[in-house]
């Protein structure tokens, strides 16, 4: 077996072991990424000369931390910075922007004992079809043809071809599960202070979160130990538990109860991919868990997202439209400006519906263990396609209207994770979203690492 086909759990007790060297497994890695970046483009920043220099620097004493990597090779997406490499949003706007130092996701991970060695690709500022003028489009492994998703789209297809071990991502409206679930690889966006933000981010929002993605549960267990710390910095930031992710993860029980909904009450889902969903889920019941058709009531939630989101935009990339407007994507210029135009009414009418909306998910979690289902409402579509205009023969209005599986989740603030289900009959992946209760980071590792089980998915990777 080569090194880059290791699992991250395995490669790190290897590495803890020293049977093998941190070098040894960047040159596995390089190796890999030269193989077969050329056809997916996951990974267009490299910067392997100096991952090959911490390498060679990296501390020989191994470390108690239950996330310490001992020198795994990682994949950091182009939304965070890496001091001394490009940080380009996908934007031609900072093209040759070089970041002075590591933002904060990326020093704990460096302090944690992790090497990173590429930058993954992203669309440009945001959206979950990773394509931007600057590095083009990246393409799913599994079919060329497709999209791998986004915004953390670099991420998901760098882990399903095996390039990196493990790749950080972050999400705001599901830019962790929605290439998660593309991809068949595995992303949780995990419940907002878990794992600290840059300062690039207001510091009060709840919105957007940094977070792990990984081939398998285990493995983004141990990136979220890496990942996850309690610092001043974040106002949201909140303790790890006792003993870690990791253990957390193993000492799970199997849920008792499930509530399942294909389409959240909101609109339609591919057929397919409800029918793969409900099948998958349903095969938690050997565990003794009870699944039912239930979910919370989503309604409004469509609407108060859009206008949250907006109003996000406009805080967040507000101040490039006057100078730089046209080299901004169109639908980002068209989120800014309709978060600009937001009247005061349409904001504390979307704060309201997202109050109500988690008090009624808070209920639901009183009954049930886990909410599932679909983590996108379609399979991966063509890259030549910027986003869906339709499922199922339902029209869609905005280019993020396909995504409402995912976001509507992000707004009731619950932890959730996307794991690889099955797959259509054309051979794509298709994931399967858990939401765990408020607070239920732990919690949902250890149902999700079972579901992983049960399901017992062995995605066929890319070839070389």
């Known amino acids: 077996m080569e090194l880059w086909e290791l699992t991250a759990t395995e490669a790190v007790a290897r590495l803890r072991r020293g049977e093998v060297s941190p070098l040894e497994m960047v040159e596995s890695a390089a190796a890999r990424i030269a193989a077969v970046e050329p056809r997916i483009n996951a990974l267009p920043i490299r910067f392997l000369d100096a991952a090959r220099a911490q390498s060679r620097d990296f501390p020989r004493e191994g470390r108690d931390h239950p996330g310490w990597l001992a020198g795994l090779p990682v994949a950091i997406k182009d939304y965070n910075d890496v001091g001394g490499q490009l940080t380009t949003f996908g934007s031609p706007i900072y093209a040759d922007h070089v970041a002075p130092a590591d933002d904060r996701t990326v020093a704990t991970l460096r302090a944690n004992g992790a090497i990173p060695v590429a930058k993954s690709n992203v669309p440009e500022f945001a959206g979950s079809h990773t394509f ?3 590095w083009g489009v990246t393409r799913n492994p599994w079919d060329l043809g497709r999209t791998a998703g986004g915004s953390s789209g670099g991420a998901a297809a760098a882990l399903a071809a095996q390039e990196v071990w493990l790749a950080n991502g972050s999400c705001l409206g ?3 599960r929605i290439p998660a679930a593309f991809c068949g690889v595995v992303g949780l966006r995990p419940s907002a202070g878990v794992v600290p933000r840059g300062d690039g981010l207001p510091a009060f929002d709840s919105l957007w979160v940094d977070g792990p993605m990984a081939r398998n549960v285990p493995d983004l267990a141990l990136m979220l130990d890496a990942m996850a710390m309690q610092t001043p ?6 303790p790890l538990p006792a003993g ?9 029980r199997p849920p008792a109860r499930i509530g399942f909904s294909a389409d959240l009450g909101l609109r339609k889902v591919d057929p397919e991919v409800a029918a793969i969903c409900e099948a998958a889920t349903r095969r938690f019941t050997a565990m003794g868990t009870a699944v039912e058709a239930a979910a919370p009531d989503f309604a409004g939630a469509i609407e108060a997202f859009q206008v949250l989101r907006a109003l996000l935009f406009a805080d967040v990339r507000g101040g490039l439209l006057p100078r730089e407007r046209q080299r901004i994507n169109p639908d980002i210029v068209w989120n800014i400006e309709k978060g600009f135009a937001l009247t005061a009414e349409e904001i504390i009418a979307a704060r309201r519906a997202r109050s109500a909306l988690f008090h ?3 209920r639901f979690f009183d009954e049930f263990d886990l909410l599932a289902c679909p983590t996108v409402a379609v399979p991966p579509f063509p890259v030549e396609q910027r986003f869906p205009t339709e499922i199922a023969g339902e029209a869609l209005t905005t280019y993020i209207d396909w995504m409402f599986l995912t976001f509507v989740v992000t707004l009731t603030g619950c932890p959730a994770i996307s794991i690889p289900c099955g797959l259509t009959k054309e051979g794509l992946p298709v994931g399967l979203q858990l939401v765990g209760r408020p607070h239920g980071d732990a919690a949902l590792l250890g149902q999700a690492r079972l579901g992983e089980e049960a399901l017992g998915f062995r995605p066929t990777m890319l070839a070389t």
Not at 244 to 252: K, L, S, T
């Open 233 to 238: 910095h974040d106002p949201l930031s909140r």
């Open 174 to 176: 599901g830019s962790l």
């Open 360 to 362: 009624r998910v808070a």
């Open 132 to 134: 931007n003028p600057v």
């Open 244 to 252: 870690g992710y990791q253990a957390a993860m193993r000492a799970g």
